[in-house]
């Protein structure tokens, strides 16, 4: 399948979607850009087309992956495109972005409240109070705590509704 579509005979990773903002395309630019060495045996390959294409080129010229990865264009039998791929990379649907999004939003909340609960309780941690501000102190640290544990279960309840299972979109 490789040869009849003039693609190199090594390891490629295919995209098929539709080019619109809110596909993801980027992520695995930048992906890509971050990691060069990891991905200098693949090709990657871009099957669309769509309103996004041409911020798509500005971005991978501004990563400089311009000669890296390919855009095809639409076609209209993907099966020999299918067949050609090693790995098949699936940009979310809108439902789907906005679902994912919305609920990394709410694990990134309650992971900020945690985090800065424990910066509270560590300057805490960290004074002597006099006597006379002693049951202030023990208040605030009382306080804090209690809000660090609710912190902790707001992530925990959080966490296991992400929808989606990375490993196996991997």
Not at 55 to 78: M, N, P, T, W, Y
């Amino acid at each position: 399948a490789r040869v009849r579509l003039g693609l190199l005979e090594r390891r490629t990773l295919r995209i098929l979607a539709t080019l619109r903002d809110w596909k993801g395309h980027e992520y695995l630019f930048e992906a890509v850009a971050r990691d060069r060495d990891a991905w200098r045996d693949w090709q990657i390959i871009v099957v669309g087309n769509g309103p996004y294409r041409d911020r798509l080129d500005a971005r991978l010229a501004k990563l400089s992956l311009s000669e890296d990865i390919r855009f095809v264009g639409q076609q209209d039998d993907v099966v020999p495109w299918l067949q050609a791929l090693d790995i098949f990379a699936l940009c979310l649907p809108l439902k789907e972005y906005k679902s994912a999004r919305k609920h990394l939003r709410r694990i990134r909340r309650a992971a900020g409240a945690a985090r800065d609960w424990d910066v509270f309780l560590e300057a805490l941690a960290g004074e002597s109070p006099s006597e006379r501000h002693r049951r202030v102190h023990e208040l605030l640290l009382g306080y804090a705590l209690a809000q660090r544990t609710l912190a902790q279960e707001q992530l925990a309840q959080a966490a296991p509704n992400y929808p989606f299972d990375f490993e196996r979109l991997m």
